[in-house]
């Protein structure tokens, strides 16, 4: 990819330091480019509707809302929007099957997936 197609990635997340390390690990990546975030449910959706972007990183628990909702508000829309990757501290089975029924591509532990969820961005950009 050059530099005109980057992999534009908008995060979907409320705690500050965990958007802040990704935010700066993904600005390192090559061919990846963070255009935004949204901290709850209701600003997720306004964004993602209103921009164009390629993958959104979603957490599940959110200050207001939640992720769940922004996933299904999206499948709802019927549009064909970017990949959907669910980055969250509940990594049961039942949320990922439930995540991956409205639309998620990924589901990625936050104790010790970060490393996954990066590689799987990477793949993405090239």
Known sequence: MDDKKKLKV???EDAQRIRSVLIEVLQQTENVEVIGF?????????????????VAIVDISLREGSGLAVLSGLKNDGR????????????????????MSLGAEGFFDKSREMDHLVDHIQALAH
């Open 80 to 99: 064909p929007y970017g990949s959907r990757l669910v980055f969250t501290s509940n990594p049961s089975n039942a949320l990922k099957t439930r995540t």
């Open 38 to 54: 949204a901290e709850s449910e209701e600003e997720a959706l306004s964004k993602l509707r209103s921009i164009e972007w390629d």
């Open 10 to 12: 908008f995060l979907i």
